[in-house]
């Protein structure tokens, strides 16, 4: 019901700045929560962030609080992942996931998954 296609990633300097987005389709995504995981070399799927449906509540993960910010545009079913001051430990493909209703930092609660973007952080 629900497809997600991520795009925005790329090779960036350590210090500086990306914004992924996420077009979604589908009649469900107003009601949606949806959220970014990332996947770095050799690590499992990990928390980045969520957002709740009408944008009212945001969740992040510790290692990239203050840095990161999710954002979303129902109107244009997209939601963004806005990335500054990266880091190399942020070079993983960014995935973003959605679920219906109440938000969650757990991949396995989430059900529909875009194919991910690559985002590679040099030192």
């Known amino acids: 019901q629900v497809q997600l296609v991520e795009s925005g990633g790329g090779l960036v300097q350590a210090g500086g700045s990306l914004r992924l987005s996420c077009a979604a389709s589908g009649r469900s995504f107003s009601s949606c929560t949806l959220a970014w995981f990332r996947q770095g070399p050799g690590k499992e799927r990990e928390f980045v962030a969520t957002i709740s449906w009408n944008s009212d509540s945001t969740v992040y993960a510790d290692s990239v609080k203050g840095r990161f910010t999710i954002s979303r545009n129902n109107a244009k079913n997209t939601v963004y992942l806005q990335m500054n001051s990266l880091k190399p430990e942020d070079t993983a493909v960014y995935y973003c996931?959605?679920?219906?209703?109440?938000?969650?930092?757990?991949?396995?609660?989430?059900?529909?998954w875009g194919q991910g973007t690559q985002v590679t952080v040099s030192s």
């Open positions: 996931a959605a679920r219906l209703y109440a938000p969650s930092t757990l991949a396995y609660d989430y059900g529909y």
